[in-house]
């Protein structure tokens, strides 16, 4: 054979060589359903084939929207197992219109472990039919995920009839109690399974195995638990955008210039729950809309926004009788302080706050029905309902005159035989101590110690409640929220305050000034609770 045929020969062997030692991650886009129709789900997976000896970490690109629902996936962290091909399902997607789709290539990035080199690999697209079925419903949401960097975010976008809207959930709410607990529950068994190993030197390797899978048994349970309560708020947020109320003072918002900014979400099922949406403007005028619904129902929606009170705050100030009221106060001395609004529904009351030099305060009250003045009065503390104050002064330095005597008595005793005496318990002012667990909470923060802030923070609202709802033990978050609704009490803020620093001290969260503020201010406005 002559040289110039074999020199080409042994070129392309080795060529082919080369190419049969390169490895490469595969990964393939798959459908588990078929014959698919309108009111059907259906699974969209990743195959991956990891031909390396080592476990290999990838981050994935992805987008599967089937006619305005679906999911976007901006970033998600999975390991494909070393040598071995593992399926990796997203959560189903619920098909609301018949056609033909083509579903994106994923795009999946990884750190190849033999040379060190950044790859990225491509699944093909995937073509889905969707024949004619079942009626499923008018609306339609694309949940844009974002898992990556140790963040773990989510926000879904709903089309209805009447616009639409976007809701941000984030790791909050129940999730931050589930987390709390099952760190406090990974903890107590960590401390006991050293306790353990303190007291029983010898205890076998059996025993250690049968701790260590029970406690990854708890953690799983904790996480199904946490992902369940996240599907309640998507499932609770798509319900709240197909309430035609609510979506008509939504799209009314958004049509005046606001933009969503903010969405608090207290499922306690899928149809059912508590919400607060805060809107804000370019200009700065801010808006929200908060109420509860009942198995898919509006029971109570209240909308209020700057710009209205404002304009109702204007129209008070022209009504007649108000000006008189005012006139009178302005002549004994009074400063109006501020002003605030209220109401429900249609009915909406605006109260202007009024104190003079000595601390007498008074308000004027308008009532509006349907945007209008129905009745103005005023209210003003007369100086006789102030008559307990001399008295109070009068009594305490009465107290005071006794306290010293009692004390020089029992002064003089304690240099002779103590005698047995019986203790008695002094009673516990929680204000005062609950102040001084906030004080320390905002000295904490102003340190840079954000985490020991949030936590004083949560333990000055629980250790008041404790006390004020007449528990001797003190309440752990979710206890408190429980008492306050047995006692049919307001809880929203304060159920929002705890999740915030149970988030801080347990989830993956970063503090921020804007949220230890309005905790300060809700712990604040709850210590300052009358007696």
């Not at 129905?374 to 008559?387: A, H, L, N």
């Not at 103590?418 to 002012?429: Q, S």
């Not at 999740?499 to 001290?505: A, D, K, Q, R, Y």
């Amino acid at each position: 054979m002559k040289a110039s045929t074999i020199i080409p020969l042994i070129l392309m062997l080795v060529l082919m060589a080369a190419a049969a030692q390169a490895k490469d991650l595969s990964v393939e886009k798959l459908a588990k359903e078929k014959d698919l129709k309108t009111g059907d789900s259906v699974t969209i997976s990743l195959m991956f084939t990891n031909p390396f000896d080592q476990d290999l970490p990838v981050r994935i690109v992805d987008n599967n929207v089937i006619a305005n629902n679906g999911l976007d996936v901006q970033c998600m962290e999975f390991t494909v197992p070393a040598n071995q091909q593992v399926e990796a399902e997203y959560p189903p997607i619920q098909l609301l219109n018949d056609g033909e789709y083509t579903l994106d290539a994923a795009s999946v990035s990884y750190t190849d472990p033999e040379t060190g080199e950044e790859n990225t690999v491509k699944s093909g697209t995937l073509k889905v039919s969707v024949g004619k079925g079942n009626a499923a419903g008018s609306g339609q949401g694309v949940t844009t995920i974002y898992q990556c960097d140790g963040m773990n975010m989510r926000s879904t976008s709903f089309s209805s009839t009447g616009g639409n809207m976007q809701v941000s959930i984030n790791q909050g709410g129940m999730q931050a109690q589930i987390q709390q607990q099952m760190q406090q529950m990974e903890d107590d068994m960590n401390n006991g399974m050293q306790n353990a190993q303190d007291r029983m030197q010898q205890q076998n390797a059996v025993q250690n195995n049968q701790i260590a899978q029970d406690a990854g048994a708890l953690k799983q349970q904790m996480e199904e638990q946490r992902e369940q309560y996240q599907q309640m708020q998507q499932e609770f947020a798509k319900q709240l955008g197909q309430d035609e109320q609510f979506a008509k003072e939504h799209q009314q918002l958004m049509n005046e210039g606001y933009n969503l900014t903010d969405a608090q979400l207290d499922p306690e099922s899928n149809s059912t729950g508590s919400f607060k949406m805060q809107y804000q403007r370019s200009d700065g005028e801010t808006a929200s809309l908060s109420g509860d619904m009942k198995d898919g129902k509006m029971q109570d929606l209240d909308k209020q926004s700057s710009v209205e009170q404002k304009r109702m705050a204007q129209q008070m100030m022209q009504d007649p009788q108000y000006k008189q009221y005012a006139q009178q106060l302005a002549q004994q001395g009074y400063n109006q302080t501020a002003m605030k609004m209220s109401g429900s529904g249609n009915m909406t009351q605006l109260t202007a706050r009024f104190e003079n030099p000595d601390g007498q305060q008074a308000n004027i009250t308008a009532e509006f029905e349907n945007k209008t003045i129905t009745k103005v009065e005023m209210k003003k503390e007369d100086e006789k309902s102030r008559w307990w104050i001399p008295a109070i002064i009068l009594a305490l330095a009465g107290i005071t005159i006794a306290a010293y005597l009692i004390y020089r008595k029992y002064h003089r005793q304690a240099e002779e035989p103590a005698k047995v005496k019986k203790k008695v318990e002094r009673p516990i002012d929680y204000h005062k101590d609950a102040k001084k667990l906030l004080e320390e909470a905002k000295r904490l923060f102003a340190d840079g110690k954000e985490k020991d802030a949030y936590e004083k923070a949560s333990q000055s609202i629980r250790l008041f409640y404790t006390h004020k709802l007449g528990h001797r033990k003190e309440l752990t978050n979710t206890q408190t929220i429980e008492a306050l609704k047995r006692h049919k009490m307001a809880h929203h803020d304060t159920q929002r305050c705890l999740n915030l620093c149970g988030m801080v001290e347990f989830a993956k969260y970063k503090a921020n000034k804007k949220d230890f503020s309005e905790i300060v201010r809700t712990a604040e406005k709850i210590i300052e609770m009358k007696k």
